[in-house]
């Protein structure tokens, strides 16, 4: 049994770690996981059985309702290995907050902060020799919960299972980033679940962005489901679009992930003197900036994706080029993130939590 400060969390250890059979000079992100994965029981209105065990399978029944009615969620972090050797997470309590958010709105309990960061710090500490130190790489942080009620009816489960696992990763995307102004169909509208990190909003993009990357394409740009007029998120990642010298990133809504890094990425660019705007960004407003050269750069922000420079935006057959500029925002901020993920750039928000 392993005290994370008052939380008993019983271990179950690996025989044989799987470490060395990982190939970490060529880490594909989502491919390789970690030894261990904490998993914890919501019954009776508690959450119990807080354990650590071998990473593997999971037993249910086919009647479990979160395969039925999509009650499921989940978050991504990462850790970072800084050349000191210490083990960082960014930002961990900003995604426990959006992940009791996204529980709130699917009728699920909230996991209560000894359980979500206990749980986390255990399993980080088992695992410590999976985070990787090459530049760029990362060790993927997966918390999610699901129901588990075997019922077969539409109702909010009384039981869940939550779960965190982790992936050792290089980047997500290994190019610039080519993109299409999606304006048929809808990620999300208002009112909807487009706030909430929950597997169905990506289910339904699956569909719409192979269309897209059958033309050549990465990922879509979202856009609002009523008129298809103004920006609201991309595939992986929220949006930001540098217009002279002000970077403008649509506003939060029901229908737009409020992602951790967006987040980051204003305070720092405030923090430079830098004009933000958060507020509606229209296609009609991009396209002329593509077409005059107001339009500086583009890039997606996210955990996984972290800094992604779009390089091409599709509209209506027209393919808008973005050139990379070494001395842009974007690289700036890439650069300061990752400074302040691995301990070189002193962390003067508090957004660092040490292993």
Not at 28 to 45: L, N, P, Q, R, V
Not at 126 to 150: C, K, Q
Request: charged letters at 20%; proline letters at 5%.
């Amino acid at each position: 049994m392993l005290m994370t400060d008052v939380l008993p969390i019983d271990i179950n250890r690996v025989e044989v770690s799987r470490r060395a059979e990982t190939d970490f000079s060529d880490l594909k992100f989502g491919k390789e996981f970690s030894d261990h994965m904490f998993t914890a029981d919501y019954i009776d209105g508690s959450w119990q059985n807080l354990t650590i065990l071998p990473y593997g399978p999971m037993s249910f029944t086919p009647g479990i309702s979160a395969l039925h009615y999509g009650q499921a969620i989940f978050e991504g972090m990462k850790a970072h290995r800084g050349p000191d050797g210490n083990v960082r997470v960014f930002r961990p309590y900003a995604n426990l907050e959006r992940f009791n958010i996204s529980a709130e709105r699917l009728c699920m309990p909230s996991v209560p902060e000894d359980v979500f960061m206990g749980g986390l710090t255990a399993l980080l500490q088992l695992d410590e020799n999976w985070v990787p130190d090459a530049p760029g790489s990362s060790l993927y942080i997966r918390p999610f919960m699901f129901a588990t009620d075997s019922f077969i009816g539409i109702r909010p489960s009384d039981t869940y299972k939550f779960v965190i696992f982790t992936c050792p990763v290089g980047a997500y995307y290994t190019e610039p980033v080519r993109v299409k102004i999606e304006t048929q169909y809808s990620r999300s509208c208002e009112g909807g679940m487009g706030y909430a990190k929950t597997p169905g909003n990506y289910a339904g993009a699956l569909y719409p962005t192979k269309l897209a990357q059958q033309q050549g394409y990465h990922q879509l740009l979202w856009t609002d489901a009523r008129d298809h007029k103004y920006f609201e998120e991309s595939g992986t990642m929220n949006l930001m679009f540098v217009m002279g010298d002000t970077l403008l990133t649509p506003k939060l809504s029901t229908s737009i992930l409020a992602g951790v890094t967006r987040d980051s990425v204003v305070q720092i660019a405030k923090a430079w003197g830098m004009p933000v705007e958060e507020r509606r960004v229209s296609v009609e407003e991009i396209i002329r900036g593509l077409e005059n050269g107001e339009l500086k750069e583009a890039f997606g922000v996210g955990t996984a994706a972290v800094i992604a420079h779009i390089s091409v935006i599709g509209f209506e057959g027209t393919n808008y080029e973005l050139p990379y500029d070494s001395n842009s925002f974007s690289r700036r901020v890439k650069e300061e993130m990752a400074n302040i993920k691995t301990g070189q750039t002193e962390d003067v928000n508090g957004w660092i939590y040490t292993i």
